[in-house]
């Protein structure tokens, strides 16, 4: 099978990482932002077309610079898209940040299945906490770093000085978004950039005060495939006052707090009990086999290019489970999850799905929040492949995932 069939599917953020820190322009008319701000409780007013011109260098040091001395702003976001043709589940989160102080809190509205699930940081640690899995992982910040902390999937962080050079741009003039005034402005990757060969195009949607993307589209394309992401603020502020107690964290009571230190190391807990899971990260199959008393099942077939990327092994009171993550080197996944039945636990996710057949086992083929997933049980084990593939390459791996034990 060549790689223009196997690899179909593409990860949204990941893609939406790149742009933010990479969208750029090329010289080209857009009109001129009034650059003193009002009081953040006057609406944004209507933009005013002019006839001068800016670089895209002007456009990206807008942006920056606008940025950088934002106070604060806060508001709600939408992400919606499209998976060749097929509408994705819309997310709703709430976000609250002071952009100059590193400190941030993005908090799940929706899908209900999501909701409370957050990420605060401030200047000396960030969390990410799941409220379904009662977990939270506990990054200390690095010391000296300013502005958003890295671990943090930070919602805008500007634009990258040298991104002129990988994309040109288009003034497609002025557009009222969620009451705001703004800038519409297309972005297309430059041929021959490593960008060319993922992104079909971006629109952004800027404020003409404050220069802040309100809306922002994303069009990926390859393999004949098309991936839309859309994320739009349905109502926003700036420069508000946010008290300093939206940038702190308390888990609540009985929560399994991790501090991951480094890529092989174990992610500890504390406030737990010896009945709640431990996770142990490694970089190979083999070493992850010697945590286990079963042999793990690893495909024998893959897509051209994908190797082992990490394993874990995730030990329950009674039993342990083990997943396989393989990469390329374009960053794209999938993951190998096997768990034995006696654990007396069932894999997260979707419980029903489209009827499959798996080297002659039932099993099902469905949809999950940000992948697909082939689900089938043998020789007293749980099987799970979950991958951003089409359903052929997805089964294939499946099959080639032999039942061990």
Same mark, same amino acid.
């Given at each position: 099978?060549?790689? @223009?069939?196997?690899?179909?599917?593409?990860?949204?953020p990941?893609?939406?990482?790149?742009?933010?820190?990479?969208?750029g322009?090329?010289s080209?008319g857009?009109?001129?932002?009034?650059?003193?701000?009002?009081?953040?409780?006057?609406?944004s007013?209507?933009?005013?077309?002019?006839?001068t011109?800016?670089?895209?260098?002007?456009?990206?040091?807008?942006?920056?610079?606008?940025?950088?001395?934002?106070?604060?702003?806060?508001g709600?976001?939408?992400s919606t898209?499209?998976m060749s043709?097929?509408?994705?589940?819309?997310?709703?989160?709430?976000i609250?940040?002071?952009?100059?102080?590193?400190?941030?809190?993005?908090e799940?509205?929706r899908?209900?299945r999501?909701?409370?699930?957050?990420?605060?940081?401030?200047e000396?640690?960030?969390w990410?906490?799941?409220?379904?899995?009662n977990t939270?992982?506990? @990054?200390?910040?690095?010391?000296?770093?300013?502005?958003?902390n890295?671990?943090?999937?930070?919602?805008?962080?500007?634009?990258?000085?040298?991104?002129?050079? @990988?994309?040109h741009f288009?003034?497609?003039?002025?557009?009222?978004?969620?009451g705001?005034?703004?800038?519409?402005?297309?972005?297309?990757p430059?041929?021959?950039?490593?960008?060319? @060969?993922?992104?079909?195009?971006e629109?952004l949607?800027?404020?003409?005060?404050?220069?802040?993307?309100?809306?922002?589209?994303?069009?990926?394309?390859a393999?004949?495939?098309?991936?839309?992401s859309?994320?739009?603020?349905?109502?926003i502020?700036?420069?508000?006052?946010i008290p300093?107690r939206?940038f702190?964290?308390?888990?609540p009571?009985?929560?399994?707090i991790?501090?991951?230190?480094?890529?092989?190391t174990?992610?500890?807990?504390?406030?737990?009990?010896?009945?709640?899971?431990?996770?142990?990260?490694?970089?190979?199959e083999?070493?992850?086999?010697?945590?286990?008393d079963?042999?793990?099942?690893?495909?024998?077939?893959r897509?051209p290019?994908?190797t082992?990327?990490r394993?874990y092994?995730?030990?329950?009171?009674?039993a342990?489970?083990?997943?396989?993550?393989y990469?390329?080197?374009?960053?794209?996944?999938f993951?190998?999850?096997?768990?034995?039945?006696?654990?007396?636990?069932?894999?997260?996710?979707?419980?029903?799905?489209?009827?499959?057949?798996?080297n002659?086992?039932?099993?099902?083929?469905?949809?999950?929040?940000?992948?697909?997933l082939v689900?089938?049980?043998?020789?007293?084990?749980?099987?799970?492949i979950?991958?951003?593939?089409?359903?052929?390459t997805?089964?294939?791996?499946?099959?080639?995932?032999a039942?061990?034990?």
């Open positions: 099978m060549s790689d @223009r069939s196997s690899i179909v599917r593409f990860i949204v990941l893609a939406i990482a790149i742009l933010l820190v990479g969208a322009c090329t080209s857009v009109t001129s932002p009034a650059t003193t701000k009002t009081n953040a409780s006057t609406p007013k209507t933009a005013q077309n002019t006839t011109s800016m670089t895209g260098q002007a456009i990206v040091r807008h942006i920056n610079e606008h940025y950088r001395t934002l106070q604060s702003y806060r709600t976001f939408r898209g499209t043709g097929n509408a994705t589940e819309p997310v709703t989160k709430e609250w940040a002071r952009p100059g102080r590193g400190d941030q809190r993005i799940t509205l899908p209900n999501s909701a409370g699930n957050l990420v605060v940081s401030n000396s640690v960030s990410r906490y799941n409220v379904v899995q939270a992982t506990k @990054r200390e910040s690095r010391t000296g770093t300013t502005g958003s890295s671990s943090s999937p930070t919602q805008f962080d500007g634009i990258s000085r040298n991104a002129t050079k @990988r994309y288009s003034d497609e003039g002025n557009a009222t978004v969620s705001h005034a703004t800038y519409k402005i297309r972005l297309t430059k041929n021959g950039t490593k960008n060319a @060969r993922l992104v079909d195009n629109t949607w800027l404020d003409t005060q404050y220069w802040f993307p309100i809306k922002r589209r994303i069009v990926l394309s393999f004949n495939h098309t991936t839309v859309t994320r739009t603020f349905t109502n502020t700036f420069d508000t006052k300093d939206r702190t964290f308390h888990p009571n009985g929560t399994t991790r501090t991951p230190s480094s890529r092989n174990t992610r500890s807990t504390s406030n737990t009990t010896s009945a709640r899971p431990k996770t142990q990260m490694y970089s190979s083999s070493a992850a086999q010697s945590h286990v079963y042999t793990i099942s690893k495909p024998s077939w897509p290019g994908f082992i990327h394993a092994v995730v030990t329950y009171e009674n342990s489970k083990a997943i396989l993550v990469t390329n080197s374009s960053g794209w996944r993951r190998v999850t096997q768990l034995p039945r006696s654990a007396g636990r069932r894999l997260s996710g979707p419980t029903s799905g489209t009827h499959v057949t798996v002659g086992h039932d099993g099902t083929y469905g949809k999950g929040p940000l992948s697909y689900r089938w049980n043998c020789s007293g084990f749980q099987h799970e979950r991958a951003r593939f089409e359903k052929q997805t089964l294939e791996i499946a099959n080639a995932t039942c061990t034990g």
